[in-house]
């Protein structure tokens, strides 16, 4: 059992509350996973020559102290890059020129356990062990702004409790997924996707299906396209909440086990795994609420 939550503000006046606006909607979902927390946020891209890299240092020796400013200074030396980095105890996220997977393997080589957690132009993604309220606490979640957000509380069923495991999971760029529920098959997707030249992070059963989709979205579909083969390759009970750079996805499986309700008005667009969560949100009393259908693709896009 986990709790998912999403928020797309329709007006740009909302773009600076979104975080406040967001972190009692987490909050709401902490019985439902108390182990861990995550939040991925995306507001105005970077440049189209450069891209961002949500980076943990949770994993290291140095931990919260680790120096990012001398992690830019070495890869600036080393590859000629004017990389900049932006740092908030154990996350930063360093915006660089260089092709993201130059940058993963500098890092890989010199820093092992450095933790690469989003790639893009939009995206910047925050997620650790603890509950909600620390996790947030700890990100300051509620000074975050932008156009849309995906959230997520875990009740670890499946794999360890570890902040790599922890979501939204993402692969390629400006994409992540949150899940409740669990995949019955994702060796299958696994070993499906490997001889594509796909790797995998964790034995977590989401990032099979995040790396399905956007191997889908890479292959040329459009994300309704990929929802769709969705449904035909993943197998088990799920609710599944995504982001890219300009959309909020939702869908359900076909049994619609797994809990959802979404609430639309004119500023906004929130989704939870349950009311409790929305009940704070301005205009709720006249918010369109509904629970969406099974095998059905719901898709929001930042106007």
């Known amino acids: 059992m986990c709790g998912i939550v999403g928020l797309l503000v329709k007006k740009p006046a909302l773009q600076a509350q979104l975080g406040q606006l967001m972190v009692p909607m987490l909050l709401g979902m902490t019985e439902r996973g108390p182990d861990s927390a995550g939040m991925a946020v995306f507001g105005a891209p970077v440049a189209a020559t450069k891209r961002k890299i949500s980076l943990y240092s949770g994993l290291m020796a140095h931990g919260e102290h680790f120096d990012w400013a001398g992690l830019a200074d070495a890869l600036n030396d080393a590859l000629g890059d004017t990389a900049t980095v932006q740092a908030s105890g154990n996350h930063a996220v360093l915006t660089t020129a260089l092709a993201p997977s130059v940058v993963r393997h500098w890092i890989l080589e010199r820093h092992p356990k450095l933790h690469v957690l989003s790639t893009g132009r939009a995206i910047d993604l925050f997620k650790d062990i603890g509950t909600p309220a620390q996790v947030a606490d700890r990100y300051n979640f509620k000074s ?160």
């Not at 049994?255 to 205009?283: M, N, Q, W």
Request: charged share 25%; with cysteine.
């Open 144 to 303: 975050l702004t932008g156009t849309h957000l995906v959230g997520h509380t875990r009740m670890a069923t499946e794999s360890a409790v570890t902040p790599d495991r922890a979501h939204p999971f993402t692969a390629g760029e400006d994409f992540c997924l949150v899940h409740n529920g669990s995949l019955s098959n994702p060796y299958g997707v696994r070993r499906m996707l490997e001889p594509h030249g796909i790797h995998f992070d964790t034995d977590n059963d989401t990032e099979a299906a995040c790396r399905f989709l956007e191997w889908r979205l890479r292959e040329g579909d459009t994300l309704k396209e990929a929802l769709q083969k969705g449904f035909e390759a993943l197998d088990g009970f799920y609710t599944f909440l995504m982001g890219t750079a300009t959309e909020l996805a939702l869908i359900r499986d076909p049994f619609a086990c797994k809990p959802a309700v979404v609430a639309e008005t004119d500023d906004y667009v929130a989704i939870a795994s349950e009311f409790r969560s929305l009940a704070h949100l301005p205009g709720i009393k006249h918010a369109k609420v509904f629970e969406p259908a099974p095998e059905h693709m719901y898709v929001w896009s930042v106007q």
